[in-house]
């Protein structure tokens, strides 16, 4: 049998054997009594975890399906798409693929989404919809959400979409509260789940925007959701196994207890900042502004990082990744979200000492 390589890049993520076992549970049909009141069970701690009253949906898609559907089902007159990573940049490319009119705030990779930026350019009436990601992942940066939701709470009339794949429930973040109008996450990140899977919610001004806009095709329709999830259904048959696996998932996070949850992403995360220091590394992401969930480590000192990721597999079966996109090589990015703990983090340290 092949060794098992225990993955520590940022997404999939390792899933536990429990999670396993939940995922592959007996089927149920999607239609039966049984899908409903599984649905019904999982559906209030879904809606603690979003921070909502919302409907909370499940999409058997991988986060990618509910960002073109947040597109689709929002952007009427143009979107503003905040870019400063790999998610991010995406972000307007799709928009542009779905035939909307879409316009980038740009910033370097590395560095945040200045909401002072944003305010600008919603005053100037040409968007009524901003796409954000909240962790960019490929950069490490996490964006000052709270400050650029107040930015937004002064164009009542703009619809904010938040890509919180690789931040949701390894930070808080409370939809209704903030004022989000769409919230989603993957499974394959910090909820450690298989991929394949995703969550959102729609606020009721998203909800009443997505009405007006035409073309929003079936399998993504935010209002067929809507009227299925009344009825605790889904539009089409989901990946069943996955909801099985996400009652787990959550039975495990409220036993655990949420506070205690957010505590150990962050400490297991400041085990890896140390590491980075002591080290002589740097962060690639500006300071004030880095991800919980991961670590993107600039390749200052200029090692084979490939080599290492290589070395680090084949000795401790330990799978790290050697930088996203453009910055492959020049950077290598370490995640400490899931079931991750500070042992099982130290563990992943001390191999890589080992492999330097
Ligand atoms: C992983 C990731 C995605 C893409 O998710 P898929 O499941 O591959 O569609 C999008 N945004 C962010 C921030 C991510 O980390």
Not at 17 to 39: C, M, N, Q, V
Not at 44 to 61: D, R
Not at 241 to 263: M, N, T, V, W
Request: hydrophobic share 40%.
């Amino acid at each position: 049998m092949l060794p098992h390589d225990k993955l520590f890049i940022p997404g999939p993520v390792e899933v536990s054997e429990k999670t396993w076992a939940a995922f592959s549970r007996p089927l149920i049909g999607h239609r039966s009594d049984d899908f409903k009141k599984l649905y019904r069970a999982i559906h209030p701690k879904l809606q603690t975890l979003f921070g909502t009253k919302q409907p909370v949906f499940l999409s058997t898609s991988s986060a990618w399906g509910v960002m073109e559907a947040s597109i689709r089902n929002l952007v009427d007159r143009g979107v503003l798409c905040c870019m400063c990573g790999a998610f991010s940049d995406k972000w307007f490319d799709v928009a542009r693929r779905c035939g909307k009119k879409a316009e980038p705030l740009e910033v370097e990779w590395g560095k945040h989404i200045d909401p002072k930026e944003v305010d600008r350019q919603l005053a100037t009436g040409r968007f009524d919809t901003v796409t954000l990601t909240h962790s960019e992942t490929s950069t490490g940066v996490m964006n000052p959400l709270p400050e650029i939701c107040c930015v937004l709470a002064k164009y009542p009339d703009v619809a904010l979409i938040v890509d919180t794949v690789s931040s949701f429930s390894a930070v808080k973040i409370d939809m209704d509260a903030l004022g989000i109008d769409v919230m989603l996450t993957g499974a394959q990140k910090a909820l450690a789940l298989p991929p394949g899977f995703s969550l959102f919610s729609v606020s009721e001004k998203a909800f009443t925007r997505a009405q007006k806009v035409p073309n929003r095709g079936f399998y993504f329709d935010f209002l067929e959701f809507r009227n299925e999830q009344a009825q605790w259904m889904t539009p089409s048959t989901p990946s069943i196994g996955h909801i099985h696996a996400l009652e787990s998932k959550l039975d495990e996070i409220f036993e655990e207890g949420l506070e205690a949850r957010y505590a150990r992403h962050a400490s297991t995360n400041a085990l890896v900042h140390d590491w980075v220091c002591r080290t002589g590394f740097e962060f690639f992401a500006e300071e004030g502004f880095r991800t919980k969930t991961l670590t993107c480590v600039k390749n200052n000192k200029g090692i084979d990082v490939l080599e290492l990721a290589r070395r680090l597999r084949q000795k401790h079966h330990l799978v790290i990744d050697p930088g996203y996109g453009k910055i492959r090589g020049q950077t290598l990015r370490l995640s400490n979200m899931g079931d991750e703990t500070e042992e099982t983090v130290a563990h992943l340290l001390n191999c890589l000492d080992d492999s330097l």
